[in-house]
T-cell receptor, first 114, second 114 residues
Framework: EAGVAQSPRYKIIEKRQSVAFWCNPI?????LYWYQQILGQGPKLLIQ????????DSQLPKDRFSAERLKGVDSTLKIQPAKLEDSAVYLC????????????FGPGTRLTVT | GDSVTQMEGPVTLSEEAFLTINCTYT??????LFWYVQYPGEGLQLLLK?????DKGSNKGFEATYRKETTSFHLEKGSVQVSDSAVYFC?????????????FGKGTHLIIQP
């Protein structure tokens, strides 16, 4: 079974530019998450989707971050405009819905804002 | 709000030593508890989990017991190997009600010397 795919793996941009990250979850996984992991810290949840609907976006900085999940499969996370403090690894995870099923993580996208 | 506190790293041990990584949590309900591991250059992987009080999770020689009375989920291994060198994250998650993103601790970097 293929794992969670993310692209790009690395991205360097200047502050005030925009950037987008893509995630393809494991086939059949209805629930998708985006996390932000700043160096030296644990991942922090940004947004959770159930199919193509948002379940939790309470920690998403909505003035600059946006996310969508078209057709309940792939997802895109966008930052516009980027700030220096957005430098982090952005992790996508997915899991089957129901019960206490495990979350499977992708390799992440490392963003550097200069 | 909910939170997870882990012992600060790095933790440096010799091969075959006994390992304990402390983890305590603050939660309003009855979460599931997890240990995730991140090997150098790889993504987050689930190491073990426990879904209710007094449950013991185990995998690859690692164990952790869900202690509700002390709100703890300490990770232990009787004899560590060089290949166990990684960053370990303790996390909690609520099930039911839809929103079930993970809340992570800051991570503990474990270094095993031969």
């Amino acid at each position: 079974e293929a794992g969670v795919a993310q692209s790009p793996r690395y991205k360097i941009i200047e502050k005030r530019q925009s950037v987008a990250f893509w995630c393809n979850p494991i086939s059949g996984h209805a629930t998708l998450y985006w996390y932000q992991q700043i160096l030296g810290q644990g991942p922090k949840l940004l947004i959770q989707f159930q199919n193509n609907g948002v379940v939790d976006d309470s920690q998403l900085p909505k003035d600059r971050f946006s996310a969508e999940r078209l057709k309940g499969v792939d997802s895109t996370l966008k930052i516009q405009p980027a700030k220096l403090e957005d430098s982090a690894v952005y992790l996508c995870a997915s899991r089957r819905t129901a019960g206490r099923a495990e979350q499977y993580f992708g390799p992440g996208t490392r963003l550097t804002v200069t | 709000g909910d939170s997870v506190t882990q012992m600060e790293g790095p933790v440096t041990l010799s091969e075959e030593a006994f390992l304990t990584i402390n983890c305590t949590y603050t939660a309003t309900g009855y979460p599931s508890l997890f240990w995730y591991v991140q090997y150098p250059g790889e993504g987050l992987q689930l190491l073990l989990k426990a879904t209710k009080a007094d449950d013991k999770g185990s995998n690859k020689g690692f164990e952790a017991t869900y202690r509700k009375e002390t709100t703890s989920f300490h990770l232990e291994k009787g004899s560590v190997q060089v290949s166990d060198s990684a960053v370990y994250f303790c996390a909690l998650m609520y099930s039911g009600g839809g929103a079930d993103g993970l809340t992570f601790g800051k991570g503990t970097h474990l270094i095993i010397q031969p």
